[in-house]
Nanobody, 114 residues
Framework: VQLQASGGGSVQTGGSLELSCVASRSINGLAMDWWRQSGGKQREFVAR???????DYSDPVRGRFTIARNNAENTMFLMMNTLKPDDTATYLC??????????WGRGTLVTVSS
């Protein structure tokens, strides 16, 4: 099983980006997350979407980011608005398999300049 994140780039403060995460298998019935990691910091939870479409967000991104999924295309999205320099990080997606194991994809770099 592989996950491929894309859509990162460089934007100015206040800008927007949309990230995608494509899975090599069906995502039906599986919860999926976005996480981020910058510098020497610990990996930070960003957002989650359950198999039923219930969403959850970390406090720093709530109200600015929106997580979504398209099961037919085995794809998860992260729409990021009103970006801030603190959002600069490598964004990683993961998928929780039926047995509870997480599968991590390669990240995509988001850089927000002031």
């Amino acid at each position: 099983v592989q996950l491929q994140a894309s859509g990162g780039g460089s934007v100015q403060t206040g800008g927007s980006l949309e990230l995608s995460c494509v899975a090599s298998r069906s995502i039906n019935g599986l919860a999926m997350d976005w996480w981020r990691q910058s510098g020497g910091k610990q990996r930070e939870f960003v957002a989650r979407i359950t198999s039923g479409g219930i969403t959850d967000y970390s406090d720093p991104v709530r109200g600015r980011f929106t997580i979504a999924r398209n099961n037919a295309e085995n794809t998860m999205f992260l729409m990021m608005n009103t970006l801030k320099p603190d959002d600069t990080a490598t964004y990683l997606c993961n998928m929780w398999l039926e047995d509870g194991r997480p599968i991590w994809g390669r990240g995509t770099l988001v850089t927000v300049s002031s």
